[in-house]
């Protein structure tokens, strides 16, 4: 699984899109494929974590996390998993309940996919930054 986050409208679909050129990329966006079935060579992408989340909120922090990683692992036996993530909060806690909830699990769940991915980038303004890189 290949992981890639940064501030909203930051450029990372672009740099997806640029850095797979020669593959077909499925983008999925707010929900995760359902009932589908991918070659390795295939570039799945998925984004808009925080709308899956949400679609999760009657379940606890763990438990959210448990299930996404238990697809999200599913899906990168399957294929060549890349996952887009908007990084949330930068150290701001919303007052509101669900807003708190959204952006903890979302953390929660982004260092669930940083431990288990092969490759973290950062990407700022269109420039990437690996900050892992697991050599195989």
Known sequence: MHVYIGGAYNGKRDFVKQH???????FFEGHLPENLTFKKQDIVVIGRFEQIVKQLSHLT??????????KLQQLDAQATLVCVCTDMGRGIVPLEKEQRFLRDTCGRLYQAMFAYSEQVTRIWYGIPQILKEVQK
């Open 20 to 26: 797979y050129p020669n593959y077909t990329q499925q």
């Open 61 to 70: 922090e763990d438990e959210v996390v448990a299930i996404l990683m238990k």
